[in-house]
């Protein structure tokens, strides 16, 4: 499979296998159940939905303040516009293949501002190990508050031995990925070995660098945004503003996890948010209408910065080819 058609089909599949699930689930609706859920549409208070956009944007600033921090760490300063310009272009991308922005941020960071890919690759994969721990922080606040009602959704979609399988097979990748990395004389290993040492010093400039509490309280704050983000939707609609705070966690953490791992949640997001709130007894109608208002207003949130940025990128001095 040559390389064009392998980006082709990593881009095309996701999205392909998005629009299914729109048009199943549209399918598997009634008309009056459709009829019901355009009412929630029409009757939704905006208001809400509009100051969830503006969380959005804070997060972008907040990301865009933090890091700064990393990159003056490794003796490459960079101005406020210019780092929010490039994370808003790497949400952007990120609609296309998951966490190809990433890759773009670091990209972008080398053509204009002559910083080493794997450095500033490795602050950028810094913030994310920082962001995965938060989340794990969140994971585990969702089991502690929810437990009974995830360990039914879990039982009833994914079997005990499937779950044991799954763990087994983790452990397993990961201790032989660890013993690979440590004494493989593999000449492709080896490659991968000096590129890691490569990205180090940008890893671990998050925790050496000075500024750790100001990166901390911005991390803190990055999470705080995306929290009431969510949950400020839930006023939109008249059905969704009963549920429990433990259930906001619930269904926050289960939207991180599928914009993560698909292109930004497309089709997937609002299928699953759907079914999280429907364990609240939430009506699926309901579930699937914040849903998709959740998501639409993040898309266009998105969208609008992303295209932005790409037009204000090019003012920026470029200083290297």
Not at 37 to 64: C, D, E, P, T, W
Not at 82 to 111: D, K, M
Not at 148 to 155: D, E, P, Q, Y
Request: aromatic share 16%; net charge positive; no cysteine.
């Amino acid at each position: 499979m040559n390389k064009k058609l392998k980006n082709t089909l990593s881009i095309a599949l996701p999205i392909l296998l998005g629009v299914f699930l729109i048009i199943y689930t549209y399918n598997s609706f009634t008309g009056e159940q459709l009829d019901k859920m355009k009412s929630y549409f029409v009757n939704a208070n905006y208001f809400f939905v509009g100051l969830s956009g503006i969380l959005a944007f804070l997060g972008y600033i907040l990301r865009a303040y933090r890091w700064r921090y990393t990159l003056e760490y490794i003796g490459h300063p960079s101005d406020f516009k210019f780092n929010l310009t490039v994370i808003s272009i790497a949400y952007f991308l990120n609609l296309t293949i998951p966490r190809s922005g990433e890759i773009s941020r670091a990209a972008i960071l080398t053509q204009y501002k002559e910083v080493p890919f794997d450095k500033g690759f490795g602050t950028i994969i810094a913030e994310r190990i920082v962001d995965f721990i938060i989340l794990i922080l969140f994971i585990l606040t969702a089991v502690i508050l929810e437990f009974s009602t995830l360990k039914s959704f879990l039982l009833e979609y994914i079997p005990v031995k499937t779950l044991i399988i799954i763990a087994v097979l983790g452990l397993f990748s990961g201790i032989l990925g660890l013993y690979l990395l440590l004494y493989s004389k593999i000449p492709f290993i080896l490659k991968i070995k000096e590129k890691i040492s490569g990205l180090s010093q940008g890893i671990l400039s998050v925790f050496k660098m000075p500024n750790k509490t100001p990166f901390l309280i911005q991390t803190i704050l990055i999470w705080f945004t995306y929290i009431l983000m969510f949950y400020s939707v839930i006023y939109a609609l008249d059905e969704t503003r009963i549920i429990s705070f433990g259930a906001v966690i619930v269904a926050f953490v289960i939207g991180s996890l599928t914009i993560a791992f698909t292109n930004g949640g497309f089709g997937f997001f609002p299928v699953l948010i759907a079914k999280i709130l429907l364990l609240y007894n939430i009506p699926e109608e309901a579930g699937n209408a914040f849903g998709w208002i959740v998501w639409t207003s993040q898309l266009i949130v998105t969208i609008f910065f992303g295209g932005l940025a790409f037009l204000i990128l090019p003012t920026f001095t470029k200083k290297s080819n």
